[in-house]
C-alpha cells in the first residue's frame, strides 16, 4: 500500500525517497490498462475494485480522485445490496480501508500531516473491525512513521510495537522486517547505534530467511548507513556495494540508483571527488532513464553540493533550482523544504565570500528568502530535523546581517528542536519500548510455554479420560456378557431338571407297569410245583 513506505532521515543518506515509487506512473502501463478496464465495467463491484486499484497505481495527484470515489461505491454497495454475504462484505470494508489508507499518503505527501493521521487512524479502525490483521499492521507502521518523523519517538515506538505484534501474530515476514527496520531508523536517529544494529541484523535475518533480494538489499542499506554514521567509511562501503549486488540481481533501478549515490557520498566524505562524481552521475542516468523525478532531484543535489564545494558556485546553484523545481512537480513537500534550505545556506556562503557590499548583502537577502521558505513548509509539514536545519541556516545568515536579536532567536529554536530529537526523554521512551518489547515476548514465550503445557496436560485428561471409558465400557460388556452366561446357564440347568424329572417320571412309569406284569403274570416257582404235580400223574 501507498502508505507503507520506509523513511530516513540519517545525516543526508536519504535511503528510502518518498517519492520514487511515484515517478513511472505517468508512463504506467497498468494506470493505462485498469483506466481501460474501468471504462468497460458495468458491476459496482468490479468498478470499486478497479477505482482502489488505481488510487494504489496512479500518480499521486490522481489520488484523491480515485481514492474518494471507490469509498463512496464502498459505501453504496454495502448499503444497496441485500444478499451481500458477511465474507463480501468484510472483502468491501478492507479494500475501502485501502483507499484510505492511500488518501492518507496523499496528504502526508502534500504536507498535511493531522489529515494523514486521521485517514491511518480510520483505516486501523475498520481493519481492526474486520480482523484484517495484515491491513491494520500496516497502518499502524504508517502511523509510526509519522510520529517518527516528528521526533514523537515515543508514539512512533508504540505504533511500531503494535505493528510488530500484529504481524508476528499473522506470521507476515514482510512486515515483521520492514517494522523492526523503522523501528532501527528510531534508534539510529536517537544515537543508540547498539539497539540500531541488533534491529537491523534482525531485519536482515529475516530476509534472507525468506530469500528477499530487496529486503535483504534494504537491511544492507541501512546497516552501511550506521557504519557510516560511526565513520568506518570501509565498512560502510562494503554494505553499500553488497547492497547494489542485490538490487542488480532483482534489476531494481529505483534502488540501483539510491545506491549508487549512497556509494557517491562514501567516496565524497574520503575526498574522492572524481569518483564520487562518477557515482552521482550513474545514479542520475539511471533515474533519468526511467524519468525518476524525485530521483532526478536527489542526484541534482549530490552533484550541485560537490560542484559547490569545487567552487563552481554558479552550476551548483542551477543544478539544485533545476532539483527543486523537479520536487515541485511531483508534490514533494519535504524535498522542496530541504532544497530552499540548500539554496539559503550555498546563498549564504557565497556572500561570505564576496567582499562588494552591494553584492553580498543581495545573496543574504536570497538566502534569507530560501532558508524561510524551508522553515515554513517544514513547520507545516511538522519535521523537527527539517525545521532545526532551517533555523540554524537563518540564525548564521540574520547574524552576518548583524540582526543579532533574531539570530539569537532562530539560534534558540535551532537548540530547542535539535533537544527535542535527541533529548533524554526520547531515549528513556526508547529503553522503555525495548524492556517492554522484551518483556512482552518473555510474556508470550511463557504463555507459548504454558499454552503447551494446557495442551499436554488436556491431552492427558483426554486419554485418562478414554481410558477409564474404555475400562468402564469393557467392565459394562463383561458384566452383559456374564449375566447372558448366567441365564443360558441358568436356562440350562432349569432344562436339565426337568429332564431329569421327566426321565424319573417315566422310569417310575416304567417300573410301575413292571410290577403290574409281574402281578398277573405267575412266578417261576408256581409253574415249577404245577409241572411237578402234572407229572405225577
Not at 556495494?241 to 529505483?254: C, F, G, M, P, V
Not at 534502488?255 to 565524497?268: A, E, L, P, Q, V
Amino acid at each position: 500500500m501507498r502508505g507503507l513506505l520506509k523513511y530516513s532521515q540519517i545525516l543526508f543518506l536519504s535511503i528510502f525517497i518518498i517519492a520514487i515509487k511515484l515517478e513511472y506512473n505517468a508512463q504506467n502501463p497498468i494506470v493505462d490498462s485498469l483506466k481501460n478496464y474501468l471504462k468497460n465495467a458495468q458491476q459496482d463491484t468490479v468498478k470499486f475494485k478497479l477505482l482502489v486499484s488505481l488510487s494504489e497505481e496512479c500518480e499521486i495527484q490522481e489520488i484523491l480522485f480515485y481514492a474518494e470515489n471507490a469509498i463512496k461505491l464502498a459505501d453504496k454497495i454495502i448499503q444497496n445490496t441485500k444478499d451481500l454475504s458477511d465474507a463480501q462484505a468484510k472483502h468491501i470494508l478492507n479494500l475501502k480501508a485501502h483507499a484510505i489508507n492511500n488518501i492518507g499518503f496523499y496528504y502526508q505527501n502534500d504536507g498535511y500531516i493531522q489529515k494523514a493521521l486521521e485517514c491511518y487512524s480510520n483505516s486501523l479502525k475498520i481493519q481492526l473491525h474486520t480482523n484484517d490483521k495484515y491491513g491494520a499492521a500496516e497502518s499502524l507502521n504508517n502511523i509510526g512513521l509519522i510520529y517518527g518523523n516528528q521526533g514523537n519517538i515515543s508514539k512512533a515506538l508504540y505504533n511500531f510495537e503494535k505493528s510488530l505484534k500484529l504481524n508476528e501474530e499473522v506470521n507476515n515476514k514482510a512486515g515483521i522486517a520492514t517494522t523492526l527496520m523503522n523501528t532501527g531508523i528510531i534508534y539510529q536517529n536517537q544515537g543508540d547505534i547498539a539497539k540500531a544494529l541488533n534491529t537491523y541484523e534482525k531485519s536482515l535475518q529475516i530476509q534472507e530467511e525468506t530469500h528477499n533480494k530487496g529486503g535483504m538489499a534494504s537491511s544492507l542499506n541501512n546497516l552501511g548507513t550506521i557504519f557510516f554514521s560511526q565513520g568506518d567509511l570501509t565498512k560502510a562501503l562494503i554494505y553499500f556495494e553488497r547492497s547494489l549486488e542485490l538490487y542488480k540481481a532483482i534489476d531494481d533501478k529505483h534502488n540501483i540508483s539510491s545506491t549508487f549515490s549512497n556509494i557517491g557520498i562514501i567516496y565524497k566524505n574520503q575526498g574522492d571527488k572524481i569518483k564520487a562524481l562518477n557515482y552521482f552521475k550513474k545514479a542520475l542516468k539511471i533515474q533519468e532513464d526511467v524519468n525518476e523525478k524525485a530521483g532526478i532531484a536527489h542526484s541534482l543535489n549530490n552533484i550541485a553540493s560537490l560542484n559547490f564545494e569545487n567552487g563552481e558556485h554558479e552550476q551548483s546553484l542551477l543544478l539544485c533550482a533545476r532539483a527543486l523545481k523537479l520536487r515541485k512537480e511531483i508534490n514533494d513537500n519535504e524535498g522542496v523544504a530541504n532544497s530552499f534550505n540548500f539554496l539559503g545556506d550555498s546563498y549564504y556562503k557565497i556572500a561570505n565570500s564576496i567582499n562588494l557590499k552591494n553584492e553580498k548583502q543581495k545573496n543574504y537577502r536570497l538566502a534569507y528568502s530560501y532558508a524561510d521558505s524551508s522553515l515554513k513548509i517544514s513547520k507545516k509539514l511538522g519535521f523537527p530535523e527539517n525545521i532545526m536545519k532551517a533555523e540554524k541556516t537563518l540564525s548564521k545568515i540574520d547574524s552576518a546581517n548583524g540582526n543579532y536579536k533574531e539570530a539569537f532567536e532562530h539560534f534558540k529554536h535551532f537548540i530547542i528542536y535539535r533537544d527535542s530529537i535527541y533529548n533524554e526523554g526520547n531515549r528513556k521512551a526508547i529503553i522503555k519500548n525495548q524492556l517492554k518489547y522484551e518483556y512482552d515476548k518473555k510474556e508470550a514465550i511463557i504463555k507459548l510455554q504454558q499454552e503447551k503445557e494446557r495442551v499436554i496436560a488436556n491431552e492427558k485428561n483426554r486419554f485418562q479420560q478414554i481410558v477409564i471409558w474404555s475400562v468402564f465400557i469393557g467392565f459394562l460388556i463383561v458384566i452383559v456378557f456374564a449375566a447372558f452366561i448366567f441365564r443360558n446357564l441358568n436356562t440350562t440347568r432349569k432344562q436339565k431338571l426337568i429332564i431329569e424329572e421327566k426321565q424319573k417320571e417315566i422310569l417310575d412309569s416304567i417300573r410301575y407297569a413292571k410290577r403290574i406284569q409281574q402281578s398277573l403274570l405267575p412266578n417261576d416257582k408256581y409253574i415249577s410245583k404245577n409241572l411237578m404235580r402234572l407229572q405225577k400223574k
